[in-house]
């Protein structure tokens, strides 16, 4: 580095350190920042494109500070410089290709505060034309041909094609605006070769035109490959096949020719020189046998193909067995046969057949014909025809042995009632199909074939008449045997639905007395077994429920009480339908002597009612008679001298004094006032104090007297 560079790199160190020095004492705030593209956003390739980076930025000190620009192409960093002025930032896409377009952004940062711009998309259009050059127009047929895509001027990621009459022949990928490739033409002729390429983006892949056409001049090879096959004419299956293969017009070794013999898709052999190979005649189901020899010089390919006919010398046999169908145990013939056979050159008597597996076979003494005892379980059987040598093997003959019917079962699934449907249920072990019959009263109903395990055989049937009937089921399984079972026979009796039903009442005046005794009797027409349930209206748990044979039954209330009073009714059922009477009332009355025992009661009530009123009556009369009495005695005072003192008439009638209240100071004892009182109760003496009779009452008539006389003589 010579002195000049140093002292600029010098001087621009201590600028750098003065405007960071500088910018440490400032404050600053970034406050936009715009990404502009110039000329447009839309451009073809080859225009020189500018990015122009606008920041606006406020100091507090007016000075410039230290910027750092970076440039993003689809969020990917594309370039990154700082600058010390405050100018916009300027990054120059010189001659802008298709892998130039994209999404760019602008981001700004000034010691450590970043602003990034918004996205502007640059569009390049337009790929230049590929070039195609290649290192020969004329080659062998199987020489390489070395060829070179260009894409004048581009740049990015390549995906170049090369064509040979418009069929893509290779493939190339890389970053380079060239690629390079080799191929091989094969066929005598003129070949016509082009490339082309595709630019890959972040969001999309742009393709170029086609290239120049470049034309190639392919010189076929002489040689061809020779097959033969012996014999020629006609072939037998059996026959042996002499097969050569073998290359024409080699003039040297040094062509390294390799060939390759083929039957159809197997390989049978492969050499540098002529290829014979021997094998049987084996003819092929419907299809010839076909043959290929193949030969091939750098990498290219000649082939000859043969195909032979191979008649059969005898068909392949087939097993058959009689009767087609077979039972456990059952004695079967089975049969081998070819059908047909090549009589030039065999006769029908040189075919020999073996059946497998083959032990303890019976002889039929016919050929191909064997008598087999059919097995318990299923079984196979295969033969063979053999003639000359060849052995042929029969498809394989599976016999499943069929099982008789057994354990027949006849079951009814619902209840039989008169003139309606019922089911009928058929079912027996065996081989399928099955065929069932129905008889009922020996007489034919139907028929059923039952094809799938575990179903059985249903039948539907009516009977219109009362009465009993019997049925019963066939079944068979065997079209070539008259074997058949037959199931027990079920005896069905009908059920007649009840109808006309009757409830009777003994006593029949549903009026009844305690005590004795009350007889439902319910009736109806149809058949056993009747359940009979007896009901109180209003309650839904039976008195009785009675099961019967009979149509008939009975309820018995003994003895009937006063609670027994209501309405009563029946109901039958038989399984085919329930019938219900109408609502009979009791009414249970007192019984007699508890009417008697009754009056009697009331009677002796009544006697003591009026033995009390008579007993009350005498005592109030004898009460009297002892106040009346004692009256008497209190009107018959002692004669009063008239000299005395305290003797005293008074003669004002307003002036009425009781006289066993009045006392009077110093008088002298009355007749009352030493009687001793009689025995009587509070209500007779309030009685007697309550109700005044003048007619005891001693009268008192008032004088004028002396007082301090009359108080003289009391003391």
């Known amino acids: 580095m010579g002195l000049p560079q140093r002292l600029i790199l010098t001087l621009l160190s201590i600028y750098l350190y003065s405007a960071t020095v500088v910018n440490t004492q400032q404050e600053f705030k970034i406050q936009s920042v715009e990404l502009i593209i110039e000329p ?17 930025v406020s100091t507090s000190t ?161 040689i061809t490959p020779e097959l033969k096959i012996f014999p020629d004419s ?54 010839a046998l076909t043959f290929d ?95 000359k040598g060849i052995k042929k093997d029969s498809k394989t003959l599976m016999i499943r ?26 079912q027996s072990n065996g081989s399928l ?15 059923k074939v039952i094809r799938e395990q575990n179903r059985q055989a ?34 069905v009796n009908v059920i007649v639905p009840l109808s006309q039903m009757t409830l009777a009442v003994i006593p029949s005046s549903l009026k009844i007395s305690e005590g004795k005794e009350l007889n439902f009797i319910c009736s109806v027409n149809g058949t056993g077994p009747v359940t009979f349930k007896w009901y109180r209206t209003g309650s839904v748990v039976p008195l009785q429920t009675n099961t019967t044979t009979e149509t008939y039954s009975n309820l018995e209330i003994k003895p009937v009480s006063k609670n027994d009073s209501d309405e009563y009714y029946c109901e039958a059922s038989n399984g085919a339908n329930k019938v219900r009477s109408e609502n009979v009332n009791v009414q249970v009355f007192m019984a007699p002597w508890k009417k008697g025992l009754i009056v009697v009661a009331c009677l002796l009530l009544l006697l003591l009612l009026v033995l009390l009123l008579v007993a009350s009556m005498l005592n109030i009369k004898s009460k009297r008679d002892r106040r009346e009495a004692a009256a008497e005695l209190s009107v018959k005072p002692s004669s009063p001298k008239s000299d005395d003192p305290l003797t005293v008439n008074l003669t004002h009638d307003t002036d009425v004094y009781n006289a066993a209240t009045v006392k009077v100071d110093r008088a002298e004892v009355s007749v009352w006032s030493k009687r001793k009182p ?17 007619e005891y009452t001693e009268v008192v008539h008032a004088r004028s007297t002396d007082p301090a006389r009359g108080f003289g003589r009391i003391r």
């Open 40 to 56: 447009r956003n839309d451009v073809t390739a080859g225009t020189n494109v500018t990015l122009r980076c606008h920041a606006t």
């Open 62 to 222: 007016g000075k410039g500070l230290i910027r750092e620009y970076t440039i993003l192409k689809n969020d990917k960093i594309v370039y990154t410089k700082t600058i010390g002025s405050s100018e916009d930032f300027v990054y120059q896409l010189h001659n802008a290709r298709v892998f130039s377009t994209g999404l760019y952004q602008c981001k700004l940062d000034i010691q450590g505060d970043t602003k990034l711009s918004k996205a502007q998309r640059l569009n390049v259009q337009g790929l230049s034309q590929p070039v195609l050059h290649l290192n020969t127009n004329v080659v062998n047929e199987g020489e390489e041909v070395q060829a070179t895509c260009i894409a004048p001027g581009e740049i990015g990621s390549f995906i170049f094609f090369f064509f040979d009459n418009d069929e893509q022949i290779s493939r190339v990928e890389g970053l380079s605006n060239q690629a390079k490739t080799t191929f091989r033409l094969s066929g005598a002729d003129i070949h016509k070769i082009h490339c082309s390429y595709k630019i890959r983006t972040a969001e999309d892949t742009f393709p170029s035109t086609k290239s120049n056409n470049v034309t190639v001049s392919v010189k076929e090879l002489s």
């Open 234 to 287: 006609t072939i037998y299956e059996g026959d042996h096949l002499n097969i050569s293969c073998s290359a024409k017009n080699v003039h040297s070794s040094s062509e390294g020719y390799k060939l390759f013999l083929s039957q159809g898709t197997k390989l049978l052999r492969t050499g540098n020189s002529t290829i014979n190979h021997n094998m049987v005649a084996v003819p092929k189901a419907s299809e």
């Open 293 to 387: 020899c193949r030969v091939v010089v750098r990498n290219v390919e000649k082939y000859s193909e043969k195909k032979i006919s191979v008649v059969e010398l005898f068909s392949v046999p087939s097993l058959t067995m009689s009767p087609t169908e077979v039972f456990q145990g059952q004695i079967m013939t089975l049969t081998c046969n070819s059908d047909g056979f090549a009589s030039q050159r065999i006769n029908r008597e040189d075919l020999e057949y073996t059946l497998y597996p083959s032990k303890n076979l019976p002889s039929s003494g016919k050929p191909g014909v064997f008598n087999v005892k059919a097995l318990q379980n299923d079984f196979n059987y295969t033969c063979s025809a053999e003639a």
């Open 401 to 426: 042995p069929k099982v008789h019917v057994s354990a027949l079962k006849i079951s009814i699934e619902d209840k039989v009632i008169l003139k309606k449907s019922f089911t009928i249920l058929c």
């Open 433 to 447: 199909p099955i065929n069932y019959t129905l008889f009922k009263d020996n007489v034919q109903v139907g028929t």
């Open 458 to 491: 249903v039948f539907m049937d009516v009977i219109n008449e009362p009465g009993e009937r019997q049925y019963r089921c066939e079944a068979k399984n065997s079209l070539h045997s008259n074997k058949t079972g037959s199931s027990q026979h079920l005896s």
């Open 678 to 694: 009689e025995t009587e109760s509070d209500d007779e003496i309030s009685e007697v104090s309550n109700e005044p009779n003048v």
